[in-house]
T-cell receptor
Framework: DAGVIQSPRHEVTEMGQEVTLRCKPI?????LFWYRQTMMRGLELLIY????????DSGMPEDRFSAKMPNASFSTLKIQPSEPRDSAVYFC??????????FGPGTRLLVL | KNQVEQSPQSLIILEGKNCTLQ??????????LRWYKQDTGRGPVSLTI?????NTKSNGRYTATLDADTKQSSLHITASQLSDSASYIC???????????FGAGTQVVVTP
């Protein structure tokens, strides 16, 4: 996971608050992916970008979720307002075309 | 509907023994299939990536097979080590950017 920096690593917030998760990939990868992982549902793809453009956001659960990639070295995933069912580990991953994806360490989110 | 089924759900093996994990997928279109290892509390790490034309691929003690006709893959772990204890997932990619479809994974526990 050295190629992807995610922050914060842990986040505890109260229901209704806005949460922003950050991802800083190393350069040289065209695609960036946001995933969510829970015990019940496993890993789920939320959205992915190619060359900073959103390609598929069909996995974004609700309008409360939004993601941006203003440049090749930064992306955010925002939840507003947050709900307890959003509690999960959120991963950012990078890749180029059909080569493997490199996952970040994840952000553990707990919404009370 | 795109689906990935992995078996067994969990597996306990003695250190030094071999084991084989199974992965059946029903996705369309199909680009390639990956095997990832995920240690507890960390992001998935790639073991192999196989295209439809590749039947076997090895990475150290890990050997993956792929039968694109029957849409089945397997991961064989040789001479298991304690560090092999992890969850193993086999997502196929369904587009050229690397959109992955996940199953529930197989939890492997290697005991001394």
């Amino acid at each position: 996971d050295a190629g992807v920096i995610q922050s914060p690593r842990h986040e505890v917030t109260e229901m209704g608050q806005e949460v922003t998760l950050r991802c800083k990939p190393i350069s040289g990868h065209n695609s960036l992916f946001w995933y969510r992982q829970t015990m019940m549902r496993g890993l789920e793809l939320l959205i992915y970008f190619n060359n900073n453009v959103p390609i598929d956001d069909s996995g974004m659960p609700e309008d409360r979720f939004s993601a941006k990639m203003p440049n090749a070295s930064f992306s955010t995933l925002k939840i507003q307002p947050s709900e307890p069912r959003d509690s999960a580990v959120y991963f950012c991953a990078i890749g180029t075309g059909s080569v493997t994806q490199y996952f970040g360490p994840g952000t553990r989110l707990l919404v009370l | 509907k795109n689906q990935v089924e992995q078996s067994p759900q969990s597996l306990i093996i003695l250190e030094g023994k071999n084991c084989t994990l199974q992965c059946n997928y029903t996705v369309s279109p199909f680009s390639n299939l990956r095997w990832y290892k995920q240690d507890t509390g960390r992001g998935p790490v790639s073991l192999t990536i196989m295209t439809f034309s590749e039947n076997t691929k090895s990475n150290g003690r890990y050997t993956a097979t792929l039968d694109a006709d029957t849409k089945q893959s397997s991961l064989h772990i040789t001479a298991s080590q304690l560090s092999d204890s992890a969850s193993y997932i086999c997502p196929p990619a369904t587009d050229s950017w690397g959109k992955l479809q996940f199953g529930a994974g197989t939890q492997v526990v290697v005991t001394p």
